[in-house]
C-alpha cells in the first residue's frame, strides 16, 4: 500500500513539473547560431532611420539577448496601438527572419507572441543604441 502511494506521489509530482515548465513558455531562438547571420537590419515604423550590423561582434551581442527571449503565448497583433521598432535577420543562407518589438509583444514573421519582460526591454535599449549612434554620426 505504501509503494502504491509513493508511486501516486511521483507520478503527479511529474505532471506538476510537466505542467509548470508547458506554462513557462519557450525560447524561440535558444538554437541560433550568430556565425549563421550575415546582418542585422535595424529599423522602425516611426522614422526612415536604419541601420545595418555587419560586425560579428554586434551579430553575437544581439544574437545572446535573442536566445534569451522566452515567449508565453501567442497574441492577436491587432492588440498594438504604437510603433514598433524591427529587427530582420538576413541569414548567410539566404533566409529572413522578420522581428517585431513593442515590449512586451514580439512578432516573429507576422507572428504574435506575449513576452516576458527581461529580454525584451534590453534588445529595445540596444536597438535604441544602434540607432542613436547612427544619428549622431550621420550630423557629425
Not at 509503494?3 to 541560433?32: A, D, Q, T
Request: glycine letters at 6%.
Amino acid at each position: 500500500m505504501k509503494k502504491n502511494i509513493r508511486y501516486m506521489v511521483i507520478i503527479i509530482s511529474i505532471i506538476i513539473i510537466f505542467m509548470i515548465g508547458s506554462n513557462y513558455g519557450n525560447k524561440p531562438f535558444e538554437h541560433l547560431v550568430a556565425d549563421e547571420i550575415g546582418d542585422i537590419l535595424l529599423n522602425t515604423d516611426f522614422g526612415d532611420v536604419s541601420v545595418r550590423i555587419e560586425e560579428s561582434e554586434h551579430i553575437k551581442v544581439l544574437s545572446r539577448l535573442l536566445k534569451r527571449i522566452i515567449i508565453q503565448e501567442e497574441e492577436r497583433p491587432n492588440k498594438y496601438e504604437v510603433s514598433m521598432i524591427h529587427f530582420t535577420l538576413n541569414m548567410k543562407d539566404g533566409n529572413k527572419i522578420q522581428l517585431s518589438l513593442c515590449n512586451p509583444y514580439l512578432l516573429i514573421d507576422g507572428k504574435s507572441y506575449k513576452m516576458k519582460y527581461g529580454a525584451g526591454e534590453q534588445l529595445r535599449m540596444l536597438w535604441y543604441q544602434y540607432i542613436q549612434k547612427s544619428l549622431v554620426e550621420t550630423y557629425n
